[in-house]
């Protein structure tokens, strides 16, 4: 190979290897022309002249930059593994990185958002991929402000311009009963608690369904719908001996937290299934309640969709919604209508049917707010006179004064 090689400097065919730095060289005997120095001259016009090109001219980047792009890729590539990901997450949550990091706005941010980017093109992929993996998570293994966590996901969406699908809550069903230990015998636990994880993980996902198509999921965090749902499933799984076991308790012998929201949820399901339960003769005949008509789950769920469409009345949400903000005007009339029907259902046990809306409508915690534009403040134009009087209520009187420097000079 040598050979071949002629010294661009003196014209001289003697040329040798010569070690340096432990990277080979080739130089000119004669002269000491020094014609490859490293691997670098693979992509740059000096090429021809075997002459050095530096790795940020070769590459066109600055060497500081990519130690930086590096690390993160290595970040992304070791969060990835702790998560068990399929390799091929792995290769698209790298390209993300480097997409996010070429973008301006995250070039120069702080060391701590770098790492929450990581967590947020790990976090992308999984959901593009229906992998249930939550928010809560990433945080807690990278030590982020959820908060901040938040607004830098955001941003990123928005900067890489990424449609994300919403999290795939049945998958999100088994993975989280797959931390419950409840399904395998344990001493801890009474037998008659255990329950088969396949009949567990079926019934909660019919459940979470159920609440899906009641508007309980819409907006909520799923976690604690989840909770919710695998209690009521777990409970009219084996009814006779679970009843009495609270929603606490069941989370504690699961060995899960109990989320804040869970007890909510439990209400709202319950609620949901006392309505559909109205519209089965045999049920509405033994008079069941708030506990009992867990026993009936099974029942319920197997006709869920005919004993829904029979309890709920659908309404149409954009009827009455106008364009020039009167959409205030809307769910007042609904929850009107509502409340005018409730008293009427309870007697005729639903011969009159509720409608089928969110909870947040049908139990607004607000009075609902009343459109801030009055048609007299649109009036004003900005260029009103400013009476003298106006003003000076926003200037201190002499007392006033006194009293303040009094007040600061006793602090
Ligand atoms: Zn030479």
Known sequence: MSSQNKCPDCGSLEIVEDSHYSQNQLVCADCGFILTEGLL????????????VTYSRSTGQKE?????LQRGIKRVRDLCKILRLPSLFEDTAVTYYQQAIKRPCFGLISLERKEII????????CRQHNWPLTMATICLLLYANKELFARTYLRFLKELAID?????????????????????????IPPKFVEDKEQLVARTVQMVEL???TWLVTGRHPIPIVTAAAYLAWQSLRPVDRLTCTLSQFCKLAGTDVP???????????????????????????????????????DLLQHRRVLLRAAFRVVESTEGY???????????????ENNDSHPEEEQNCGSKRAPLLPPCILNPAKKLRTPDTNPEDSAVTGDEGISDREIE???RTPEEKEMFSKAQACL
């Not at 500081?64 to 930086?68: D, G, L, P």
Request: proline residues 4%.
């Open 164 to 188: 994300v699908p919403v999290l795939s809550l049945i998958d999100l069903v088994k993975t989280h009963l797959s931390s419950f230990k409840l399904c395998q015998k344990a001493p801890s």
């Open 211 to 213: 609440a899906s198509e």
């Open 393 to 395: 209520q926003y200037i």
């Open 64 to 68: 500081q930059q990519s130690r930086c």
């Open 260 to 298: 804040q929201p869970a007890h909510l949820r439990l209400k709202e399901l319950h609620n949901i299934l006392l309505q559909m339960s109205s519209q089965l003769g045999w049920l509405r005949v033994l008079k069941v309640n708030r506990k009992t008509v867990v026993k009936y789950v099974g």
């Open 118 to 125: 990581v967590g947020c093109c790990v976090f992308v992929t």
């Open 322 to 336: 106008g364009a020039d903000g009167s959409a205030a005007e809307a769910p007042q009339r609904l929850i009107e």
């Open 41 to 52: 001259t693979t992509t740059f016009a000096d090429e021809e002249h075997l002459q050095e």
